[in-house]
């Protein structure tokens, strides 16, 4: 055989090879591919379905731990009064109107500061505050840098038949001090127990 026949037979061959590796690959990969499409997209709209009936599903409220009566149908059930590491206390709640009409009497909640109700943005929970009987103390809102209250804001109204949810935030008694009474105006005041740091 000339090198000339010898060239020409070795790329018969390497193409027959090359030909039958494709062939196998193609065949191997081509229905587990579909599958792993297949199982991939199920997979992950099986997540989907998982996470959007987690979204469905009712949360469950949150323990109140003090329930404050205030005007007409209005009510405020509190449901955290915590200390942070950062010297702080926060209390969290629920605003509700149990009444068939709206209730447009929140002004007296920010207060009597005036400075607090131009800071506000109109009525907020800035006129809430603590009292530490022990250390015979009262704490007031905290502030941020442009004198607005860090407490729920921009609540003209309270519809009927709804729920706000609410806070307030305040500076932290001493570590000694575990309970503290809790006023805002036109609401019954409470006695409430510190839990945190």
Known sequence: M????ISHARRAAAAVTLAV????????CGGDGEDEQKSGSSSSSSKE????EESRAPQEP????????GQKDISLDLT???????G??????????????????????????????KGAGGSSLGGATLVDKAEKK????????????LATTGIPVIEAKSETPVYMQFPA??????????QLPTFASTTLKLTGE
């Open 62 to 69: 949150e323990t109140v731990i003090a329930t404050l009566k």
């Open 88 to 117: 702080f206390v926060t209390v969290k709640g629920v605003l509700k109107n149990s009444g068939d009409k709206d209730f447009y009497g929140t002004s007296f909640w920010s207060g009597p500061d005036l400075d607090i109700k």
């Open 21 to 28: 590796a494709l062939t196998f690959t193609l065949a191997g």
């Open 49 to 52: 379905d998982g996470a959007e």
């Open 173 to 182: 008694p001493p570590k000694s001090t575990t309970e503290v009474d809790f």
């Open 138 to 149: 009262r704490y007031y809102i905290l502030r941020d840098t442009e004198n607005r209250p």
């Open 80 to 86: 955290s009064a915590v200390r942070d590491s950062g």
């Open 2 to 5: 000339s090198k000339r026949q």
